[in-house]
């Protein structure tokens, strides 16, 4: 067996049952920040709602409309504080630009959403996002992670149709775009599947909601990465061919982003529950949600992975030559020692050859 096939292994069992826990364990415990600091200060839900909104959307539209201000601001300063606390706010924006979105969607459903509505939804949410050409921009780790080592890519956040600054208004509406379109159409999209995925999943079960959910999350995840290489290929014989280059990358991330809704269902089901089993308390405070989030953020941040909590700017569908718009990267050990890996392979190439 080869190195990297080794470490492929070990990367996907760390990306699947660490980092993918401890991303669910960061957005439980934010939820239940931003539940407490917000939504139990404000009487009205919806009004909660849109501060949640603008506050998020705020975030994410400094961190693209500035972001080259940012990365000279960065310069003179600690790297590795300011990057962690970009990673930091950036995903609190992110959730909580998530979090209005579901209680917006869920106030104009109102209770009892019907399977067809959501169904319908999340089905016009993802065919806005290909229209658009931006299907790229929904899926998350476990099918790809982010590890904290590219200092020169830190700050970026590309605006989706990629209008330079020097062109002050279409740059202003590319990222009004990004930040307030995509960045909204993707978690209704995230939102409303998982809500029919909820409805099909033995409703009536929870234990086996949550396991089924879990286990055909992680198999689905299993079987787009395997068959990534494949896409890949025939991205690059179709790259003179845009739209069915586009089609064909947006359907397998459309297949793998399914996978990774399923996991994260079952896996925040999981979380949840032990959440509630095991509370933490400061008196008579509860107390649970608050470590959640700091915990998980430092113990992601420790393993150079805080990166896979944040989503910023936007990739456009087809727009990347060799395959690179259905390639996403699962390495996370391999991406430290890829000298090595790469050295060991062709050793074993080698000695094939001498044979």
């Known amino acids: 067996m080869k190195s990297r096939t080794k470490f492929c292994i070990v990367d996907a069992f760390f990306n699947c049952f660490l980092?993918?826990?401890?991303?669910?364990?960061?957005?439980?415990?934010?939820?239940?920040?931003?539940?407490?600091?917000?939504?139990?200060?404000?009487?009205?839900?919806?009004?909660?709602?849109?501060?949640?909104?603008?506050?998020?959307?705020?975030?994410?539209?400094?961190?693209?409309y500035w972001q080259d201000a940012l990365r000279g601001w960065s310069a003179s300063r600690g790297f590795l504080l300011v990057s962690r606390f970009y990673n930091y706010l950036l995903a609190c924006a992110n959730i909580c630009h998530y979090r209005a979105v579901e209680e917006l969607y869920n106030q104009w459903a109102g209770d009892g959403i019907e399977l067809t509505t959501n169904l319908q939804t999340a089905m016009t949410a993802i065919l806005i996002l290909w229209g658009m050409r931006a299907g790229r921009n929904i899926t998350a780790i476990p099918f790809a992670i982010t590890v904290d080592t590219d200092a020169d890519g830190w700050f970026s956040a590309p605006t989706l149709y990629q209008y330079p600054a020097s062109r002050p208004f279409f740059y202003l509406v590319d990222t009004l775009i990004t930040v307030l379109v995509v960045w909204t159409l993707g978690p209704l999209h995230w939102i409303t599947l998982g809500y029919v995925f909820d409805a099909t999943l033995f409703p009536d079960n929870f234990t086996l909601s949550m396991a089924v959910s879990c286990i055909t999350g992680y198999l689905s995840v299993g079987f787009f990465s395997l068959l990534q290489d494949r896409v890949k290929n025939l991205s690059i014989r179709y790259d003179k061919s845009i739209a069915v280059k586009i089609l064909l990358e947006?359907?397998?991330?459309?297949?793998?982003?399914?996978?990774?809704?399923?996991?994260?269902?079952?896996v925040g089901m999981a979380v949840g529950t032990l959440a509630r089993e095991f509370p933490v308390y400061h008196g008579?405070?509860?107390?649970?949600?608050?470590?959640?989030?700091?915990?998980?953020?430092?113990?992601?941040s420790v393993c150079y992975v805080s990166g896979s909590l944040v989503g910023k700017g936007a990739d456009m569908d087809g727009s990347n030559a060799e395959g690179v718009g259905?390639?996403?990267?699962?390495?996370?050990?391999?991406?430290?020692?890829?000298?090595?890996?790469?050295?060991?392979?062709?050793?074993?190439?080698?000695?094939?050859?001498?044979?």
């Open 250 to 266: 947006d359907l397998f991330i459309f297949g793998a982003t399914a996978g990774v809704i399923l996991t994260w269902k079952g």
């Open 326 to 355: 259905v390639d996403f990267s699962r390495a996370y050990f391999a991406h430290f020692f890829e000298d090595y890996i790469r050295r060991s392979d062709e050793e074993v190439s080698d000695q094939k050859k001498t044979r």
């Open 19 to 64: 980092f993918t826990p401890l991303v669910l364990l960061f957005w439980y415990g934010t939820y239940a920040v931003i539940d407490l600091v917000v939504f139990d200060f404000f009487s009205s839900r919806l009004t909660a709602a849109i501060v949640t909104l603008v506050f998020g959307a705020a975030v994410e539209f400094i961190v693209t």
């Open 284 to 300: 008579a405070v509860d107390v649970t949600g608050v470590y959640a989030h700091l915990v998980s953020f430092v113990l992601l």
